[in-house]
């Protein structure tokens, strides 16, 4: 009698009701499964379904990518062997420069292809522009071969300009990095659709803002540095998009800083 009542006590509530009811034992064992398996349903239901509007009202809460230079010189006087004409204005662009011997810049061409090219491709406006000296079509044929076995590389394009005009466009740009001998840099660019040079104007680590180290930029890209480009350039590409996706939804409030604020600093 004591182990029947024991076992009575440790039977859960559900059980007692059912047993007032009158309802069979193999119906309870039914029943109490039913519970459970639609709890877990309604757990699995709207943890996500929470979890989605929690992050809802921080969608438009972010910090658009700044515009660290104006009037970037477009490619009016550069040429290329696409059909239409090769131009930064009205394009997310990010552009580079490979030199005199672009074969040599396999790598940075590598990693821009597999950690940002790879990402964004396809995205409306989204070009990766690539200035070379003419004389090198032959060598660009190579190195695209190399980037783009059986792949899309449409939105990937080379122009041809001679050293001065090469000159006159990277000097447009603000930087801290200078182009070789060769007219090359592992560093790349990003360019908005206004013609804006786009970066961090302060792009300390947290570990620096709490040490109060001075303010330092990001105006150019290092690909040769990969967690620079997985890590921050494809971030700051990213970023661009939603400042022009909420602009054509009329949901842009900016609050960019230009390059000149840092001068009242």
């Known amino acids: 009698m004591l182990k029947i009542e024991l076992r009575w006590l440790f039977k859960p509530p559900f059980f007692y009701f059912c047993k007032a009811l009158q309802i069979p034992h193999k119906s309870i064992q039914m029943e109490i499964k039913k519970v459970k398996r639609y709890v877990v349903l309604g757990v699995l239901?709207?943890?996500p379904v929470t979890f989605l509007l929690l992050l809802y009202p921080a969608t438009h809460n972010y910090t658009p990518l700044d515009i660290v230079d104006q009037n970037i010189s477009d490619l009016i006087a550069f040429s290329s062997t696409a059909e239409d004409s090769?131009?930064?204005k009205d394009h997310i662009t990010v552009l580079g420069f490979f030199g005199k011997r672009p074969m040599e810049k396999l790598i940075t061409a590598s990693n821009l292809k597999e950690l940002v090219y790879d990402k964004f491709k396809g995205f409306k406006k989204f070009q990766i522009v690539i200035v070379v000296p003419k004389g090198?079509?032959?060598t660009v044929e190579k190195l695209k071969t190399e980037i783009g076995s059986y792949e899309d590389i449409r939105f990937w394009s080379f122009v041809f300009g001679d050293s001065t005009n090469i000159q006159n466009?990277?000097?447009s740009l603000k930087t801290d990095v200078s182009l070789d001998e060769n007219l090359a840099?592992?560093?790349v660019f990003i360019v908005d659709k206004e013609l804006n040079q786009r970066g961090r104007l302060d792009d300390r680590s947290d570990n620096e803002l709490a040490k109060k180290k001075p303010v330092h930029g990001l105006n150019s890209y290092d690909c040769i540095e990969v967690a620079e480009i997985k890590n921050k350039m494809s971030e700051d590409v990213r970023i661009l998009f939603t400042e022009y996706?909420?602009?054509r939804k009329g949901e842009f409030n900016s609050d960019t800083r230009r390059a000149d604020d840092l001068k009242a600093d």
Do not use: P, V
């Open 45 to 47: 239901f709207f943890l």
């Open 86 to 88: 090769i131009m930064l």
């Open 136 to 138: 090198t079509e032959k």
């Open 169 to 171: 466009i990277f000097g």
């Open 185 to 187: 840099t592992d560093h």
């Open 245 to 247: 996706r909420q602009k």
